[in-house]
């Protein structure tokens, strides 16, 4: 069974589009989260709070009563549950080499040279961090 700090099942679509909205604005009542997909994905409200608590049940929220509503927030950032579908990609498309991932992005993208600076900076102090490492 997936633990509430490391869910380890994986989001819908639907769930993305509402945990988005979790990960802006935190906590949040169902009512809130529908009226902010109203412009992206507009849904009926029992359809929102069914993912909702279906997102509570695998761990990725969690809810606690506020007056007569449920207020949800995430137990997972975006940041780990983006690490994790990037895996996800590279193992299924990339036969999990983070090379091809890259070479891909860098071929197959229109990127600017400000694109293209930002990631050489990032490559740079990844490097410089596993130089520090190894002292």
């Known amino acids: 069974m997936a633990t509430r ?3 380890d099942k994986r989001l819908t679509p639907l769930e993305t589009l509402i945990m988005n909205v979790l990960w802006d604005e935190s906590p949040a009542a ?3 989260v529908q009226e902010r997909l109203t412009a992206v994905k507009p849904m009926a409200y029992n359809t929102v709070l069914t ?3 279906i ?3 695998k761990g990725f929220v969690v809810s ?3 007056g007569r509503s449920d207020l949800y927030r995430p137990v997972v950032t ?3 549950m983006g690490r994790r579908s990037l895996g996800e990609v590279i193992d299924s ?3 999990g080499s983070a090379e091809a991932l890259v070479s891909q992005l860098l071929d197959g993208q ?3 040279d400000e694109e293209l600076t930002a990631i050489r900076a990032e490559l740079d102090r990844a490097l410089e961090s596993r130089k520090g490492d190894q002292r």
């Open 93 to 95: 498309f990339f036969s």
């Open 51 to 53: 993912i909702m608590r």
């Open 55 to 57: 997102l509570r049940d």
């Open 5 to 7: 700090d490391k869910p």
């Open 64 to 66: 606690e009563r506020a």
């Open 110 to 112: 229109a990127l600017t």
């Open 30 to 32: 169902v009512k809130q």
């Open 78 to 80: 975006r940041e780990d």
